[in-house]
C-alpha cells in the first residue's frame, strides 16, 4: 500500500484501535504496556529503540509500524540522516521489499518531521 497522507493515515488508524481498545481492553492494555516498557531507555535510548522499530516495519512491510514509528522517531529527535541509515539496515535484512517500504518510511518521517527530500540533496 502507498499512504499519500501519513497525517490521516494515524488519524483514520487512531479511530480504528479505539475500536479494538474497547473490544479488547486486556489485550491492548498489554500490548500498550509492553511497547511503553521496551521504548524506555535503558542501555539504548528511545530514539535508538525507535529506529530499531521501524527497520523492523520496513523489513514486515507494515504500513502502520512506518506511520508510528516514524512519527516517534521524528518525535526522539532522530535527522534524516539517521532515517536513511536505518532504511539502509531494513534493506539489508528485507530485500526488495524493504527497499520499496523503506522509500515509504522516509515519506512518512519527511511529513512528521517537516524534512523533506529537497534538504537531502546537496547540488554541490
Do not use: N
Not at 21 to 37: E, L, N
Not at 58 to 65: F, L, T
Not at 109 to 120: N, V
Request: aromatic residues 8%.
Amino acid at each position: 500500500m502507498s499512504v499519500s497522507d501519513w497525517q490521516s493515515f494515524i488519524s483514520q488508524t487512531d479511530k480504528r484501535m479505539a475500536d479494538l481498545r474497547s473490544g479488547i481492553p486486556g489485550v491492548t492494555k498489554g500490548f500498550h504496556d509492553v511497547a511503553r516498557s521496551a521504548i524506555s531507555p535503558g542501555a539504548l535510548d528511545s530514539k535508538t529503540k525507535e529506529l530499531i522499530a521501524l527497520a523492523i516495519g520496513i523489513a514486515a512491510r507494515c504500513d502502520g509500524c512506518l506511520a508510528y514509528h516514524s512519527k516517534a522517531a521524528a518525535k526522539y529527535g532522530a535527522s534524516r540522516e539517521e532515517i536513511m541509515e536505518t532504511i539502509g539496515v531494513a534493506v539489508y535484512m528485507g530485500g526488495g521489499p524493504s527497499m520499496i517500504y523503506g522509500a515509504e518510511a522516509l515519506a512518512a518521517f519527511d511529513a512528521f518531521s517537516g524534512h523533506g527530500a529537497s534538504e537531502a540533496q546537496d547540488p554541490k
